[in-house]
Structures are given as C-alpha cells and as structure tokens.
Nanobody, 113 residues
C-alpha cells in the first residue's frame, strides 16, 4: 500500500523553527520528485517547495525563500522541510505529496505567540 506520512507539526512562536518529515511506504521515493504543500483556512492549497528525485534541484515559493530548506534521504525514504524564522502567515496544514495521486494526511503548523 502506497503511503506518505507527515510528522513534526505543532505550535511554534513567531521566529521559531520546526522540522517536518515525510516518510514514504509502499514505493521507492527515490524514483520521484516530491513536494511540500500547505493549505491555510479559507485558501487554496499552494506548493511550498519541491525537490527532484536526485535532490539536485530544489525550488521554493517566494514567501519562504531563505527561511525554508527541503532535503531528502533516499536511503531512508524520507523528505524533510526545515522551517526557520516562522511567521504567523506560515500557519497552515502542511502536506507532502507526489501529485497527482500520492498525498499524506497533513500536519498542522501553527505559528502564534
């Protein structure tokens, strides 16, 4: 069974840091590019960051450039999102995904004092 499972969400103060992790099961993640996406209340899901299958190419939405870093460990079948200098507007449910067919259940990140 193909699964993606996120972990690492929670409540963090503005300016703080968090690491999100995505673990894949049932398929070899190394064969796929993968992304982190987020959806805030009342907004559409947006792509936050993507990484190529080899890890050699990475992209970020402008609002997180310089603050977030995506990485992958193909040996462990995991992808991480290091989030620094978090802002209240980063509050959302974060998903890892291999569109269009493979998505995790999401993890809530709340940035608030």
């Amino acid at each position: 069974q193909v699964q993606l499972q996120e972990s690492g969400g929670g409540l963090v103060q503005p300016g703080g840091s968090q690491i999100l992790s995505c673990a894949a099961a049932g398929f070899d993640l190394e064969d796929y590019a993968i992304g982190w996406f987020r959806q805030a209340p009342g907004k559409e899901r947006e792509v936050v960051s993507c990484i190529s299958s080899s890890g050699g190419s990475r992209s970020y939405v402008d609002s997180v450039k310089g603050r977030f870093t995506i990485s992958r460990d193909n040996a462990k079948n995991t992808v991480n999102l290091q989030m620094n200098n978090l802002k209240p507007e980063d509050t959302a449910v974060y998903y890892c995904g291999v569109p269009p067919s493979h998505w995790g259940q999401g993890t809530q990140v709340t940035v608030s004092s």
